[in-house]
């Protein structure tokens, strides 16, 4: 079975501080996501990678860096948090145009 | 640019009946289409893809069925079950071909 494991379930963080969210698959995918989730608004993709140190840029990237320096771990960052950040934050990894595996996503509160 | 809608927003019925989510896209030309389950607080699990050259994907109660010409998919649930509970997602291909875009959601509730 594909696993993708984020790094912390729930994360309370102030304003202004650098926060770290980690993603890890273990199935040698290309490609992997991030996205945000919030109500009424739906899942928002922020950035996503294809293959290791590339990425792109997807719809709502503002205020947020991604890094990939291996293939089975992309990290997002967020360099200065703000308080519109508090947010569900959501990884993904797939092969090629095959479905995308989620992992359980990271509840985050900038306070 | 692509855009995915989902009717109904939210869904309530008893126990054992059959029921039909529906997704449309804007953009018929599509070469899959994905359908989730999110549990409250939870990340995705993948239900069901259907290429485009397929018309209907089944897995156990569920069966996914994809019309590109009218830019529609219906997910049909049969024998629902309190366990089935959860938000349904449907998602296209954008303008990367990795990158999907959703729906809003139906969530669906299952009373026993």
């Known amino acids: 079975d594909v696993k993708v494991t984020q790094s912390s379930r729930y994360l309370v963080k102030r304003t202004g501080e650098k926060v770290f969210l980690e993603c890890v698959q273990d199935?040698?995918?290309?490609?992997m996501f991030w996205y945000r989730q919030d109500p009424g608004l739906g899942l928002r993709l922020i950035y996503f990678?294809?293959?290791?140190?590339?990425?792109e840029k997807g719809d709502i990237p503002e205020g947020y860096s991604v890094s990939r320096e291996k293939k089975e771990r992309f990290s997002l960052i967020l360099e200065s948090a703000s308080t519109n950040q508090t947010s569900m934050y959501l990884c993904?990894?797939?092969?090629?145009?095959?479905?995308?595996?989620f992992g359980p996503g990271t509840r985050l509160l900038v306070l | 640019k692509q855009e995915v809608t989902q009717i109904p927003a939210a869904l309530s019925v008893p126990e054992g009946e059959n029921l039909v989510l529906n997704c449309s896209f804007t953009?018929?030309?599509?070469?899959?289409l994905q359908w989730f389950r999110q549990d409250p607080g939870k990340g995705l699990t993948s239900l069901l893809l259907?290429?485009?050259?397929?018309r209907e994907q089944t897995s156990g109660r569920l069966n996914a069925s994809l019309d590109k010409s009218s830019g529609r998919s219906t997910l049909y649930i049969a024998a629902s079950q309190p366990g089935d509970s959860a938000t349904y997602l449907c998602?296209?291909?954008?303008?990367?071909?990795?990158?999907?875009?959703f729906g809003a959601g139906t969530i669906l509730r299952v009373k026993s």
């Open positions: 259907i290429q485009s050259s397929q």
């Open positions: 199935m040698d995918h290309e490609n």
């Open positions: 990678s294809y293959d290791v140190k590339m990425k």
């Open positions: 998602a296209v291909p954008g303008e990367y071909g990795n990158k999907l875009v």
């Open positions: 953009d018929s030309a599509i070469y899959n």
């Open positions: 993904a990894s797939s092969y090629g145009d095959e479905t995308q595996y």
